[in-house]
């Protein structure tokens, strides 16, 4: 048995029970369009046409929890065939290091084998050739790399016993796993006394695989068959007929060492899974999956309830405001008035910097309209773990479609701020975001190569991505660029002075650090939990589905950084502070420095991450993702304060 912690969890409550249900029936509707179910036929039965009897495994990228840097498959030199060519892989695949590539394993339908042979490698621990082959593997087994095998579209998975009785399964198997110099097993290596050496390695080289099928109902009678689940269990052998001693690897054994590859493989047909859901039992069984649902669903109902709150003290306050204002009938009563109202003839003057902040609302327009289309997709099912690399696929052709948007709203403040340098505007616009993302993006990938890591990018698919850039993103950029300066500026509801108002002393909590540091709690509140299971989906190589949550959480967000920015701006003009324009996009943009915080946070107490290269590749990666949340965040804070600004000084009469 292997052990494994997890938290309880109290009981939920009704509401909660009643909106995963319906989650459930809403992903079981929606699972998977546009990818059809392969059939399976006896070799020697009846075989309808487009039914298959051979069945192909495919093997993936090797990962670790304790290492950034995944390896393709033949990079520890199993057994593979040379002779097929590898699948094609989306853009999603590759940038995420996938490299799916046949094996040579080769199964039937419905014919067990027992015991077969793969391939036995032969090493010689004096040729410093073979000697760095063992070395290779030795290290992959030291740092707990996990095999990612594909049945039928479908992860071969490997399920065991956790210390709460319930069964896990993990869409993985290990290299292998070590035991100390003192005896003590690390790992995989619990699950086998046999395991008993001291400073030894062993190898996983047979597999004992189980595949499950049930029978098409609609049409029974021609002996179509689908598969609903793949399993497997990792063993050790010495000898290649599958018994005895395990296969072990010391640091100190020298002269030539032979390594059998072999397998098991049976079929059992299941009449209770579904083809439609058949990777429910691999999403069901994922560690902490309940904990996740109902943390989140509690977290949103306090992040609603505050937002709730906020609204209406916002609501409540504004509306006193505006009834006394408006009930002022002399000049002089408005002299003797102080507080936003003063500040009407300096509330739209143009900020400092405004050429960068429009760069900036730009880049964050065209990356919120991408995440929202990119979630309701995903929302859907066509963007499910089943459909590998779909997600970031879908998310980079949004973002290079996107360029018409951003331009536009770029230009379009930019000349409202009354700015006149519209090319260089547009030039940001177009390169300087992206430009920052592409440039820690290739040195990330410069060490990927240098490392020979198969999450390195082709220099092929490099000059893809740029072409999208150079030749797309960037002329849609000059089209929405172009309609945003022809278009007229922005028509404010109160005019401008020339001379600006001088703003008075501030009290602390109105200054603008501290209101733009206390601004970003609030956000990050209502995603740091959903933020914790998508950073171990990325790091710790877990398989994210959650999709409808993740939606929610996303709504939740938007509501939430307009109104704390709403509040704070308010705030701010009543203190006859009209600095505005950053400061609501700093406020939420903040919530990217509380991520920022909390991702190194997670580095130090949850990742087991060894070596300079893993540790720079994090840190990079999380500086990408920490700038695209501030645009993110920082664009809805400035268009909910643009929002609420226009509003209130429109519905009050201003002398």
Same mark, same amino acid.
């Given at each position: 048995?292997?052990?494994?912690?997890?938290?309880?969890?109290?009981?939920?409550?009704?509401?909660?029970? *009643?909106?995963?249900?319906?989650?459930?029936?809403?992903?079981?509707?929606?699972?998977? +369009?546009?990818?059809?179910?392969?059939?399976?036929?006896?070799?020697?039965?009846?075989?309808?046409?487009?039914?298959? %009897?051979?069945?192909?495994?495919?093997?993936?990228?090797?990962?670790?929890?304790?290492?950034?840097?995944?390896?393709? =498959?033949?990079?520890?030199?199993?057994?593979?065939?040379?002779?097929?060519?590898?699948? %094609?892989?989306?853009?999603?695949?590759?940038?995420?290091?996938?490299?799916?590539?046949?094996? +040579?394993?080769?199964?039937?339908?419905?014919?067990?084998?027992?015991?077969?042979?793969?391939?036995?490698?032969?090493?010689?621990?004096?040729?410093?050739?073979?000697? #760095?082959?063992?070395?290779?593997?030795?290290?992959?087994?030291?740092?707990?790399?996990?095999?990612?095998?594909?049945?039928?579209?479908?992860?071969?998975?490997?399920?065991?016993?956790?210390?709460?009785?319930?069964?896990?399964?993990?869409?993985?198997? +290990?290299?292998?796993?070590?035991?100390?110099?003192?005896?003590? &097993?690390?790992?995989?290596?619990?699950?086998?006394?046999?395991?008993?050496?001291?400073?030894? !390695?062993?190898?996983?080289?047979?597999?004992?695989?189980?595949?499950? =099928?049930?029978?098409?109902?609609?049409?029974?009678?021609?002996?179509?068959?689908?598969?609903?689940? #793949?399993?497997?269990?990792?063993?050790?052998?010495?000898?290649?007929?599958?018994?005895?001693?395990?296969?072990?690897?010391?640091?100190?054994?020298?002269?030539?060492?032979?390594?059998?590859?072999?397998?098991?493989?049976?079929?059992?047909?299941?009449?209770?899974?579904?083809?439609?859901?058949?990777?429910?039992? /691999?999403?069901?069984?994922?560690?902490?999956?309940?904990?996740?649902?109902?943390?989140?669903?509690?977290?949103?109902?306090?992040?609603?309830?505050?937002?709730?709150?906020?609204?209406?003290?916002?609501?409540? @306050?504004?509306?006193?405001?505006?009834?006394?204002?408006?009930?002022?009938?002399?000049?002089?009563?408005?002299?003797?008035?102080?507080?936003?109202?003063?500040?009407?003839?300096?509330?739209?003057?143009? +900020?400092?910097?405004?050429?960068?902040?429009?760069?900036?609302?730009?880049?964050?327009?065209?990356?919120?309209?991408?995440?929202?289309?990119?979630?309701?997709? $995903?929302?859907?099912?066509?963007?499910?773990?089943?459909?590998?690399? $779909?997600?970031?696929?879908?998310?980079?052709?949004?973002?290079?479609?996107?360029?018409?948007?951003?331009? !536009?709203?770029?230009?379009?403040?930019?000349?409202?701020?009354?700015?006149?340098?519209?090319?260089?505007?547009?030039?940001?616009?177009?390169?300087?975001? &992206?430009?920052?993302?592409?440039?820690?993006?290739?040195?990330?990938?410069?060490?990927?190569?240098?490392?020979?890591? %198969?999450?390195?990018?082709?220099?092929?698919?490099?000059?893809?991505?740029? #072409?999208?850039?150079?030749?797309?993103?960037?002329? *849609?950029?000059?089209?929405?660029?172009?309609?945003?300066?022809?278009?007229?500026?922005?028509?404010?509801?109160?005019?401008?002075?020339?001379?600006?108002?001088?703003?008075?002393?501030?009290?602390?909590?109105?200054?603008?650090?501290?209101?733009?540091?206390?601004?970003?709690?609030?956000?990050?509140?209502?995603?740091?939990?959903?933020?914790?299971?998508?950073?171990?989906?990325?790091?710790?190589?877990?398989?994210?589905?959650?999709?409808?949550?993740?939606?929610?959480?996303?709504?939740?967000?938007?509501?939430?950084?307009?109104?704390? @920015?709403?509040?704070?701006?308010?705030?701010?003009?009543?203190?006859?502070?009209?600095?505005?324009?950053?400061?609501?996009?700093?406020?939420?943009?903040?919530?990217?420095?509380?991520?920022?915080?909390? $991702?190194?946070?997670?580095?130090?107490?949850?990742?087991?991450?060894?070596?300079?290269?893993?540790? /720079?590749?994090?840190?990079?990666?999380?500086?990408?993702?920490?700038?695209?949340?501030?645009?993110?965040?920082?664009?809805?804070?400035?268009?909910?304060?643009?929002?609420?600004?226009?509003?209130?000084?429109?519905?009050?009469?201003?002398?």
């Amino acid at each position: 048995m292997i052990t494994a912690t997890r938290p309880s969890c109290g009981a939920p409550s009704f509401f909660t029970l *009643l909106f995963l249900t319906g989650s459930l029936r809403v992903a079981s509707a929606f699972y998977l +369009p546009g990818l059809a179910p392969v059939s399976f036929c006896e070799q020697n039965g009846k075989k309808p046409p487009g039914c298959r %009897s051979e069945i192909e495994l495919f093997v993936n990228r090797l990962d670790s929890v304790e290492s950034v840097l995944p390896y393709e =498959y033949t990079a520890f030199d199993f057994c593979s065939v040379d002779s097929e060519n590898r699948p %094609s892989e989306n853009l999603g695949q590759v940038l995420f290091g996938e490299r799916i590539e046949p094996s +040579p394993y080769k199964f039937t339908f419905k014919e067990g084998k027992q015991c077969e042979p793969v391939c036995t490698k032969s090493y010689n621990t004096y040729k410093q050739e073979d000697r #760095a082959k063992l070395d290779f593997l030795k290290k992959g087994m030291l740092l707990n790399y996990q095999h990612h095998w594909i049945v039928d579209n479908m992860p071969v998975t490997w399920c065991y016993t956790v210390e709460d009785g319930q069964k896990y399964c993990n869409p993985g198997f +290990p290299i292998g796993c070590y035991v100390t110099g003192s005896g003590q &097993p690390k790992d995989a290596c619990v699950v086998d006394p046999s395991f008993n050496g001291q400073d030894t !390695y062993y190898i996983f080289n047979h597999v004992n695989i189980t595949i499950y =099928y049930h029978k098409v109902e609609a049409q029974n009678e021609d002996g179509e068959m689908r598969l609903v689940a #793949a399993k497997m269990e990792p063993k050790s052998f010495k000898n290649g007929e599958c018994s005895g001693q395990p296969m072990d690897l010391s640091n100190k054994y020298t002269g030539e060492l032979k390594i059998p590859y072999t397998y098991s493989v049976q079929f059992i047909e299941n009449k209770d899974i579904r083809w439609a859901s058949r990777w429910d039992y /691999i999403l069901e069984s994922m560690p902490h999956t309940n904990i996740q649902w109902f943390s989140i669903m509690n977290s949103l109902v306090i992040v609603l309830f505050l937002s709730g709150m906020v609204a209406m003290i916002m609501l409540r @306050t504004l509306h006193k405001d505006i009834a006394r204002y408006n009930q002022m009938d002399s000049v002089e009563d408005a002299q003797e008035e102080f507080g936003w109202k003063l500040v009407h003839g300096d509330i739209f003057r143009p +900020p400092r910097k405004g050429m960068l902040l429009s760069v900036f609302l730009g880049s964050g327009t065209q990356i919120f309209i991408m995440t929202f289309i990119t979630l309701f997709f $995903a929302c859907l099912g066509f963007l499910s773990p089943a459909n590998r690399g $779909a997600l970031m696929t879908c998310a980079v052709v949004l973002w290079v479609l996107l360029g018409t948007p951003a331009g !536009y709203v770029a230009a379009r403040l930019y000349k409202s701020f009354g700015g006149e340098k519209w090319k260089t505007n547009v030039l940001l616009t177009a390169f300087l975001c &992206p430009g920052i993302v592409f440039a820690d993006f290739f040195l990330m990938n410069l060490i990927l190569w240098g490392e020979g890591s %198969s999450a390195a990018m082709p220099f092929g698919t490099l000059v893809s991505i740029l #072409a999208l850039w150079f030749c797309v993103s960037v002329p *849609l950029t000059f089209v929405g660029a172009y309609f945003g300066f022809k278009k007229n500026g922005i028509e404010h509801p109160v005019r401008t002075n020339q001379i600006p108002r001088q703003i008075p002393e501030q009290s602390f909590y109105t200054k603008p650090l501290p209101g733009i540091v206390m601004g970003g709690i609030l956000p990050f509140g209502c995603i740091f939990i959903q933020l914790f299971f998508i950073l171990n989906s990325i790091w710790s190589h877990q398989m994210y589905y959650m999709f409808g949550f993740l939606f929610l959480v996303f709504i939740i967000l938007v509501i939430t950084c307009s109104e704390a @920015t709403i509040l704070l701006c308010y705030f701010h003009l009543c203190a006859e502070d009209y600095h505005w324009q950053w400061r609501s996009f700093l406020t939420s943009g903040f919530t990217a420095a509380y991520f920022l915080v909390y $991702a190194i946070h997670y580095f130090f107490s949850k990742l087991q991450i060894t070596g300079l290269a893993s540790t /720079i590749l994090y840190f990079g990666y999380t500086m990408i993702m920490a700038l695209i949340f501030f645009l993110f965040t920082g664009t809805i804070g400035f268009f909910a304060c643009f929002w609420f600004v226009t509003k209130i000084y429109s519905v009050v009469k201003v002398d």
